[in-house]
């Protein structure tokens, strides 16, 4: 229990434990809400003292959050309990597969599927560990597996693929976690777990194998964090780990999204096609740099789908009496899902007889609920006030969404949809690049420390980009800053440039030939006036740099998918910042994660 209080960050829509206890059998506990529910449990009704027991804490993804759909999942026969962590991109199958043979299933999520088929495989007469081999390999998507059964009681077996998995090595006693914080305290050796690979754990040692059972090494290290920094696995702010988890946000975002047909579909639809080609109007309502995710969104949506996309902030929606009818489509985007004026939008839009599509990160949350489609972003939780991971898997989610719409209303061919998803898949690892080469963004960082005003410009959805930029320095930092289109300078703010006033700028891609040239102009202009240009570039172009004092590469993406990169530098250039300023990064003065009154 002290180790799932310590990971409950990573989710707290429901706990539960399994315990294998010395009869021989599996005792298990699980309650839907936060930790303190299955406390409250396990004082009325304690489970059997045992050593050997799996615990979990959910974030939703299949199914809403229950104590049905709360881990453990225990198999058809009772013998095997597993907990997972991730998405099983083809459960439905696997699910369908198992019915068919008779297995009833007690929830609606797509881990149960797992230790149905591990259940099957044992009660065949397979070990847990060769079960377990053989599950995985039928899976498809991102998981981390671990498994008991009540007829090997000093045995655990954990699987991972596209998904956190380590090892703690203790004396008399072994630990398996997605995270080191939840054994931190009973050990600091640890041992990584490479992709595809099965760990068979007892208390004196471990083994690991490939899905194929053959033998391969885990990777040893020492943790040198103490107990709070491990929560934080190892950075000092929780907004930084959640900028360095974005690869993993984007990737698990995108993951699961094509049905048998390999058509787009969304998490939860509740309009026909018929009525969404019908729509004539689309509106994106939100709150923050949601608000700018649906900027971002207005530009793919419009050139994907050709109907016309306006972009409202939620505050200001129903008290400007919106023309909303019954062939507007509303989307909203909310992180929490309970941002209180994006849901009083929500029930303003449905009052007039629109169809609403909820984008969100937090499963059964109110928005997703009382919205007719949900399309569930994957970022986990996110715990700095400043979104970051939220950010860039909103802007997926939006893409996705624009290039359903395209599919349902025949704009686009199903050949050109796949040419943009396989550009998305690669954006995790441009991300990563971007990350992985972030020492100049720190040092920038800390030569502006004591600028007193930072303002950046962007063209296209490099605009959105430099209002977000802008944002985050805002919150964070404390600082003035400013986000402005680059095309809007000699209208006005061009006058606030003075010697040395840093400015970036977001470069579109080359391949926009008309937009690049135009931005180049928007530097000259600037730096004629004594203005120290910063410049997001894709690599490769070279037009820029007789202009720039500062150059920051980005991998090559066209230019609707440029934001999920040009982003992240941004992030990081505030966070580092706000850090050298000595301030609060992860709770800035005046905010709250979820603004829940209007």
Known sequence: ????????????????????GPDNTIHASKKAGKLVNL???LDESPLPEANLGIGHTRWATHGAPSDANAHPHVSASGRVALIHNGIIENFAGLRAELEASGVGFRSQTDSEVAAHLVGREVDNGLGLAD???TVSQRLEGAFTLVAVDRDEPGLLVASRRNSPLVVGVGEGEMFVASDVAAFIEHTREAVEMGQDEVVEVTASGYRVTDF???ETQGKPYHVDWDLSAAEKGGYDWFMRKEIHEQPHAVADTLLGRFDADHRLTLDEIRISETELRAIDKIVVVACGTAYYAGLVAKYAIEHWTRVACEVEIASEFRYRDPIITPRTLVVTISQSGETADTLMAVRHAR?????????????????????DAVLYTHAGPEIGVASTKGFLTQMAACYLLGLYLAQVRGTKYGDEIALVMTE??????????????????????????????VLFLGRHVGYPVALEGALKLKEIAYLHAEGFPAGELKHGPIAL???GLPIFVIVPPQG?????????SNIQEVRARGARTIVLVEEGDTEVEPYADEVIRLPKASTLLQPLLATVPLQIFACEVATLKGYDVDQPRNLAKSVTVE
């Open 131 to 133: 079960a377990l081999r």
């Open 1 to 20: 229990m002290d180790a799932l209080r310590r990971m409950e960050y990573r989710g707290y829509d429901s706990a539960g434990i399994a315990l294998v």
């Open 39 to 41: 406390e409250a449990e």
């Open 212 to 214: 194929d059972g053959n």
């Open 424 to 453: 998305l898949e690669t954006m995790p690892a441009k991300i990563q690049a971007v990350l992985d080469n972030a020492e100049a963004v720190h040092a920038l960082a800390r030569e502006l420390v004591d600028e007193k005003s």
């Open 512 to 520: 926009r030939d008309q937009l690049h040239d135009k931005v180049l």
């Open 351 to 371: 009052e007039q007889g629109a169809k609403v599509i909820a984008i969100c990160n937090t499963n059964g949350s109110t928005i997703p609920r009382e919205s």
């Open 497 to 499: 440039v003075e010697e």
